[in-house]
Nanobody
Framework: QVQLVESGGGLVQAGGSLRLACAAS????????LGWFRQTPGKERDFVAQ????????YYTDSVKGRFTISRDNPKNTVYLQMNSLKPEDTAVYYC????????????????????WGQGTQVTVSS
């Protein structure tokens, strides 16, 4: 079982940066692939980025490629999302999620495939 707690959200002007962190407690953090999703009111939760259990593979949705970077520190049980060149359309509640990963790393963008979720952190980008 893994418990996830996000931090680092806030209000930033367009073009600015934020770094989200997701701290995990529980066992076998290095066995989990980790993802970031985001959600705005009345809409579905959308995939943003994923990192494999080893950290060697990363995947991004097209709209954030070149601006966001996902990384993880397994000894610290933490995953990060560095967000640069933020745009008003990045405004959302950002969620960290975890799922057990097998031998092969694949991009999993469906929220239902993730078993563990944090409570979310609000990111607001003003124009």
């Amino acid at each position: 079982q893994v418990q996830l707690v996000e931090s680092g959200g806030g209000l930033v002007q367009a073009g600015g940066s934020l770094r989200l962190a997701c701290a995990a407690s529980g066992r076998a953090f290095s066995a989990y692939a980790l993802g970031w999703f985001r959600q705005t009111p009345g809409k579905e939760r959308d995939f943003v980025a994923q990192i494999s259990k080893s950290g060697s593979s990363t995947y991004y949705t097209d709209s954030v490629k070149g601006r966001f970077t996902i990384s993880r520190d397994n000894p610290k049980n933490t995953v990060y999302l560095q967000m640069n060149s933020l745009k008003p359309e990045d405004t959302a509640v950002y969620y960290c999620a975890a799922r057990l990963e097998g031998l092969l790393s694949t991009a999993v963008v469906t929220p239902q495939r993730y078993n563990h979720w944090g409570q979310g952190t609000q990111v607001t980008v003003s124009s």
